[in-house]
């Protein structure tokens, strides 16, 4: 969503932030189901706070309307 919003102009998240937040996700979930319980180290938590932040700065910003419409594509995207 962040990077949906990002793209219609709201508080610009950069690619790279995306990424690297999707990979620490990817990794805690790894590591999670590997060894029974959840851990993150300061550069995951980093980087997925940094994506969370923006996000909360787009849903204060953008009109409920449109993260309605971008919320409910991003499903059908998905096939949810």
Not at 5 to 13: K, N, Q
Not at 51 to 68: L, N, S
Request: proline residues 1%.
């Amino acid at each position: 969503m962040a990077g949906i919003l990002s793209a219609r102009g709201y508080e610009l998240v950069c690619a790279k932030s995306l990424r690297d937040a999707e990979l620490a996700i990817t990794r805690i979930v790894v590591k999670g189901a590997n060894l029974g319980h959840w851990m993150l180290t300061e550069d995951e938590l980093r980087a997925i706070k940094e994506v969370v932040g923006t996000f909360e700065e787009q849903i204060r910003r953008a009109p409920i309307a449109d993260i309605e419409a971008d919320f409910k594509n991003a499903k059908d995207i998905a096939g949810f």
